[in-house]
């Protein structure tokens, strides 16, 4: 499938302002802004099988498009939601256990590239991968 492959990230866009809106001290920032995220994403129909590894943490998740899981994001923000597949993209609808906000996220493939857009009280974002 589209999303199949071992992806290194290359690039943010606006991430910085992204992390600071969802409050996320100074300090987590400068290191998430070079935490060297890798990502590996086996797909089987509509079930995702994910490895995160970056300088912080390694992380493996199973879902399945549609039904809600549970996630942490690296900093330690518990979410609750699903993706859904929207054509060829990909798109998450998140709350933040802690305050109910919407996070929401989409994933697309553009020839070698996996970019993955991020969206928070007003605040986008951008981390573009690679193929690895």
Same mark, same amino acid.
């Given at each position: &499938?589209? +999303?199949?492959?071992? =992806?290194?990230?290359? %690039? ?9 809106? &969802? ?5 987590? %920032? ?11 994403? *086996? ?17 493996? @998740? ?10 942490? @994001?690296?900093? $330690? ?5 699903? =993706?859904? &597949? ?9 709350? %933040? #256990?802690?305050? $109910?906000?919407? @996070? ?8 070698? *590239? @996996?970019?993955?857009? +991020?969206?928070? *009280?007003?605040?986008?974002? #951008? %981390?573009?991968? #690679?193929?690895?």
């Amino acid at each position: &499938m589209t +999303y199949n492959g071992n =992806w290194k990230i290359d %690039r943010n866009d606006n991430y910085e302002k992204f992390m600071e809106k &969802m409050g996320i001290n100074m300090v987590k %920032r400068k290191l998430a802004a070079h935490d060297n995220l890798k990502i590996s994403i *086996e797909q089987t129909g509509d079930k995702f099988h994910v490895k995160e590894n970056s300088n912080f943490r390694t992380l493996e @998740l199973d879902f399945t498009l549609g039904v809600t899981f549970e996630y942490s @994001l690296a900093d $330690g923000t518990e979410l609750s939601g699903s =993706w859904a &597949m929207d054509a060829d993209m990909m798109n998450g609808i998140f709350n %933040r #256990k802690d305050n $109910g906000k919407q @996070l929401t996220t989409t994933r697309i493939v553009q020839g070698d *590239e @996996l970019i993955q857009t +991020y969206n928070y *009280e007003g605040v986008d974002a #951008k %981390r573009i991968f #690679k193929r690895d």
